[in-house]
T-cell receptor
Framework: EDQVTQSPEALRLQEGESSSLNCSYT??????LFWYRQDPGKGPEFLFT???AGEEKEKERLKATLTKKESFLHITAPKPEDSATYLC?????????????FGKGTKLSVKP | ETGVTQSPTHLIKTRGQQVTLRCSSQ?????VSWYQQALGQGPQFIFQ???????GRGNFPPRFSGLQFPNYSSELNVNALELDDSALYLC???????????FGPGTRLTVL
């Protein structure tokens, strides 16, 4: 069964304190791994798609990396506006193209 | 800004009632997926529609049904509402030529 586990569940950082979020996955044939950011009461906002081990994507203070079993979202020198829940999702070749399997997310709080 | 809109924003119903939620996109994307997100959880795939046909379904009972119209707008219908149906309902469109789904702002459904 396809599965996604995110850790930690919650992370508190001081402004400027870099850290990483983890996403471990099991999937029968990875079609893609996706990172989203979600603010309270809002829909997820797309950040990155990764397709193969070794791939990296960057956007401002965020960098996503992928191995065969996990993905990391690295946050460099975070600011309070980076506070949100970060969701990881995988899509396997077995299901329909719309079927993303999500983890429960990591809730990030950045204090000034 | 994803160009995906959902209505209504919030909705309160009582157990046993029926509800219809709506989703549309500016560009009329032909593939739309619906997800249910309970509090503190990641979104769960309900089903996907492609060119007005259901094209994949998650582990949800038949009282969850959907429609997609010729203009590619979509509806999610839930019959015989239960307390556990209280959640944020999200629709997502598939960007043409990619595997990336872009989410709308969601509809918050409360069942009393």
């Amino acid at each position: 069964e396809d599965q996604v586990t995110q850790s930690p569940e919650a992370l508190r950082l001081q402004e400027g304190e870099s850290s990483s979020l983890n996403c471990s996955y099991t999937v029968s044939g990875l079609r893609g791994l996706f990172w989203y950011r979600q603010d309270p009461g809002k829909g997820p906002e797309f950040l990155f798609t990764l397709y193969s081990a070794g791939e990296e994507k960057e956007k401002e203070r965020l960098k996503a990396t992928l191995t065969k079993k996990e993905s990391f979202l690295h946050i460099t020198a975070p600011k309070p506006e980076d506070s949100a829940t970060y969701l990881c999702a995988v899509q396997g070749y077995g299901g329909s193209q719309g079927n993303l399997i999500f983890g429960k997310g990591t809730k990030l709080s950045v204090k000034p | 800004e994803t160009g995906v809109t959902q209505s209504p924003t919030h909705l309160i119903k009582t157990r046993g009632q029926q509800v219809t939620l709506r989703c549309s996109s500016q560009s009329g994307h032909n593939t739309v997926s619906w997800y249910q997100q309970a509090l503190g959880q990641g979104p769960q795939f309900i089903f996907q529609y492609y060119r007005e046909e259901e094209n994949g379904r998650g582990n949800f009972p038949p009282r969850f049904s959907g429609l997609q119209f010729p203009n590619y707008s979509s509806e999610l219908n839930v019959n015989a509402l239960e307390l556990d149906d209280s959640a944020l309902y999200l629709c997502a469109i598939l960007a043409g030529g990619t595997d990336t789904q872009y989410f709308g702002p969601g509809t918050r459904l409360t069942v009393l």
